[in-house]
Structures are given as structure tokens and as C-alpha cells.
Nanobody, 124 residues
Framework: QVQLVESGGGLVQPGGSLRLSCAAS????????MAWFRQAPGKEREFVAA?????????DYADSVKGRFTISRDNGKSTVYLQMTSLKPEDTAVYYC????????????????WGQGTQVTVSS
């Protein structure tokens, strides 16, 4: 069982930046694909970004955040990060961290473990 705990959410003005963190309670963190999803009020949960396991730690991003968000991982700290810049009001959502074995995926149902979510609000 893997427990995921997100932190770093909050209120930020449009154009601002925020960094989310997700700490995992597993000794085998380096073997998991890690991802961020988000869910805005009245909308379905959607893929944001993922980072692969392994030395290369390849990444994947939704088109809506490409060039603005950066996902990274620190295997020594069992933590994955989401650096968000040039934030827009449409980025407002609850952001969830997720983990799965094997292959990267953009599909929510492919992920086995989820955090409780952290609220990000972009507003002036």
C-alpha cells in the first residue's frame, strides 16, 4: 500500500507561480510512475503531467499546461513535484497526486494510488 500526501496548494494571482509536492510512503518509490491530475468544480478529473520511473525519468504533459508546468521527482526523498508558472484562472482545481507501476498513462483509472488532493485557486 502506498500513501500519498500532497501539499503546497493555495491562492495565487494570475501569472503567478506555485509548487506542489507529493510525498510517498514507500521504499520502492523509484519504481513507480508518478502523475498529477486535477479536477475543477463541475468537471471530470483530468491528466496534467506524469514522470516515469528509471534513470531518464521521461515526462508527459497535457497540452493545456505544456511549457508552463514542470513535473520532477526526487527518489531520495520519495517526493514528486509540480512546478506551476504563468498560472491562469482556468488552472483553478483540486490537484491530485497518483502512482502506478509499469507504464506511463494519461488515464485516471490506470492509477492505483491517490492522494487526498490540494486546492489551487488562481484569482485576482
Amino acid at each position: 500500500q502506498v500513501q500519498l500526501v500532497e501539499s503546497g496548494g493555495g491562492l495565487v494571482q494570475p501569472g503567478g507561480s506555485l509548487r506542489l509536492s507529493c510525498a510517498a510512503s514507500t521504499r520502492t518509490f523509484r519504481s513507480y510512475v508518478m502523475a498529477w491530475f486535477r479536477q475543477a468544480p463541475g468537471k471530470e478529473r483530468e491528466f496534467v503531467a506524469a514522470v516515469n520511473w528509471g534513470a531518464l525519468s521521461t515526462t508527459d504533459y497535457a497540452d493545456s499546461v505544456k511549457g508552463r508546468f514542470t513535473i520532477s521527482r526526487d527518489n531520495g526523498k520519495s517526493t514528486v513535484y509540480l512546478q506551476m508558472t504563468s498560472l491562469k484562472p482556468e488552472d483553478t482545481a483540486v490537484y491530485y497526486c497518483a502512482a502506478r507501476n509499469y507504464f506511463m498513462s494519461r488515464t485516471m483509472n490506470d492509477y492505483d494510488y491517490w492522494g487526498q488532493g490540494t486546492q489551487v485557486t488562481v484569482s485576482s
